[in-house]
């Protein structure tokens, strides 16, 4: 089982930027696929980005040029840069891990991002 716990939400403003990180424990971190979901005002929950263990991140198109995801597999996190911030990327920003086979996905509980224009 892995618990996940984000930080590093709040508000800015259009053109700012955000750095999110979250930190698991309780499992064999390597193994799962990390990543960032948010999920917006119309409670639709979106992939923003997800990285595997030596793997190549992916991205989506919305974010693309403006979000950088990253991990340490040493220490358990995974951060998610966020750059030239705009109104639509307000959400909740929600962690997720992704395990192999049978072990499941995990969820943190989300922080909130905020954009003013």
């Known amino acids: 089982q892995v618990q996940l716990v984000e930080s590093g939400g709040g508000l800015v403003q259009s053109g700012g930027s955000l750095r999110l990180s979250c930190a698991a424990s309780?499992?064999?971190?390597?193994?799962?696929?990390m990543g960032w979901y948010r999920q917006g005002p119309d409670n639709q929950r979106e992939l923003v980005a997800r990285i595997p263990s030596g793997g190549t991140p992916v991205y989506a198109d919305s974010v693309k040029g403006r979000f950088t995801i990253s991990r340490d597999n040493a220490k358990n996190t995974v951060d998610l840069q966020m750059n030239s911030l705009k109104p639509e990327d307000t959400a909740v920003y929600l962690c997720h891990a992704d395990g192999p086979g049978v072990i499941g996905e995990y969820w943190g509980q989300g922080t909130q991002v905020t954009v003013s224009s």
């Open positions: 309780g499992s064999i971190f390597r193994i799962y696929v």
